[in-house]
Structure formats: structure tokens, C-alpha cells
Nanobody
Framework: QVQLVESGGGLVQAGGSLRLSCAAS????????MGWFRQAPGKEREVVAA????????YYADSVKGRFTISRDNAKNTVYVQMNSLKPEDTAVYYC????????????????????WGQGTQVTVSS
């Protein structure tokens, strides 16, 4: 089993940047495909970005393409998402998740394909 802890959230003005981190413990991170999801009040949890076990494949929601970059450092057991040009509509609780599945374009956005979740970190973008 793997435990995930997100950090790096906060309050930022529109146009600003944040980098979220997801630290894993319990098992080696390279065993898992990883995803970042977000959930705004009253909305479904949605995928933001996903990355394969060794980083060779990455997937992004259309709403964040060109603004967000997912990466991972398996030696540090950590996954990141760099978020630039933030917009008020990016306001949400952001979660990282680990999947035993091979991350693909189909799997990336499927919440049920992720086995472990962090507690989330709040990101608030003011206009």
C-alpha cells in the first residue's frame, strides 16, 4: 500500500503560478502510474493530468493544456504538477492518485482506475 501526501496549495492571483507536490511513502512510486485530479465545490472530481510510471507518457485535460506540466522524480518518490497562468476556474481541491494500471489515454481520466488517493490540497485563484 502507498500513502500520498499533497502539498504546495494556496491562494494566488489570476495569472500566477503554483507547484504542487505529492510525496509517496510505503512503496516505491515507480510501481504506479500517477494522476492529479481536482474537485471544485458542487462539481465532479476531474482529471487534470496523468503520467506513466517512468514519465514517458503524459496526459492533460484540455482545460489545462499548455498551462500545467506534470512530472515525477521516482528517486524522490514525488510527483509534481507545475501550474502556470492560473485562472479563477482552476480553484479546487487538488488530489494526487496512484494507479496499478498502465496509464494510457483511456485510463488517465478514469477515477476508478486509481487505487490510492491523497487527502488533497486547496488551490484558490483570485480574480
Amino acid at each position: 500500500q502507498v500513502q500520498l501526501v499533497e502539498s504546495g496549495g494556496g491562494l494566488v492571483q489570476a495569472g500566477g503560478s503554483l507547484r504542487l507536490s505529492c510525496a509517496a511513502s510505503g512503496r516505491t512510486l515507480s510501481n504506479y502510474g500517477m494522476g492529479w485530479f481536482r474537485q471544485a465545490p458542487g462539481k465532479e472530481r476531474e482529471v487534470v493530468a496523468a503520467i506513466s510510471r517512468f514519465g514517458s507518457s503524459k496526459y492533460y485535460a484540455d482545460s489545462v493544456k499548455g498551462r500545467f506540466t506534470i512530472s515525477r522524480d521516482n528517486a524522490k518518490n514525488t510527483v509534481y504538477v507545475q501550474m502556470n497562468s492560473l485562472k479563477p476556474e482552476d480553484t479546487a481541491v487538488y488530489y494526487c492518485a496512484a494507479s496499478n494500471f498502465q496509464i494510457s489515454a483511456v485510463v488517465a481520466g478514469e477515477k476508478m482506475k486509481y487505487d490510492y488517493w491523497g487527502q488533497g490540497t486547496q488551490v484558490t485563484v483570485s480574480s
